[in-house]
């Protein structure tokens, strides 16, 4: 369960860091809201690019996570298992971790749906 321990904090870290993040789009936000009053198009716009903005911080947050991580530092040795393929996760061709960026796009799917819905229901309304 070692190799499934960086994705853990990754993710931890995400989580963590997401906070301060949409917090300061939201007051960003606000604050540009406070201003556009009377633009509800232009704030509408807005509000779909700060919540497009948060996911895509999030990622990159993860990402950077992962890979401070998941790579070893200079100077350290990892002890790998003499045999991998006895761990019972990653045995046999139907290991889950081939199939990632799958997980990861069904996470973000409702996320994304929201924002096309959104920016169809801006074209209907248009």
């Known amino acids: 369960m070692n190799h499934l321990l960086p994705i853990a904090q ?8 997401s906070l301060w993040q949409i917090a300061l789009i939201w007051l960003v936000f606000n604050l540009f809201a406070w201003r ?14 700060a919540m497009s903005g948060a996911v ?12 401070r991580l998941a790579l070893p530092a ?11 393929a006895a761990d ?3 045995a046999g061709p139907a290991s889950w971790r081939g199939h990632l960026l799958l997980y ?23």
């Open 36 to 49: 556009l009053q009377r633009h509800n198009n232009t704030i509408y716009l807005f509000s779909l690019a």
């Open 10 to 17: 990754s993710l931890g870290w995400t989580i963590v860091h």
């Open 56 to 67: 895509v911080w999030s990622v990159c947050t993860f990402a950077e996570a992962y890979r």
């Open 104 to 126: 990861l796009m069904l996470a973000l799917s409702p996320v994304t749906l929201f924002n096309l819905a959104a920016i169809g229901g801006l074209s209907l309304n248009s």
């Open 74 to 84: 200079p100077g350290l040795t990892l002890a790998l298992p003499e045999t991998p």
């Open 88 to 90: 019972p996760v990653f």
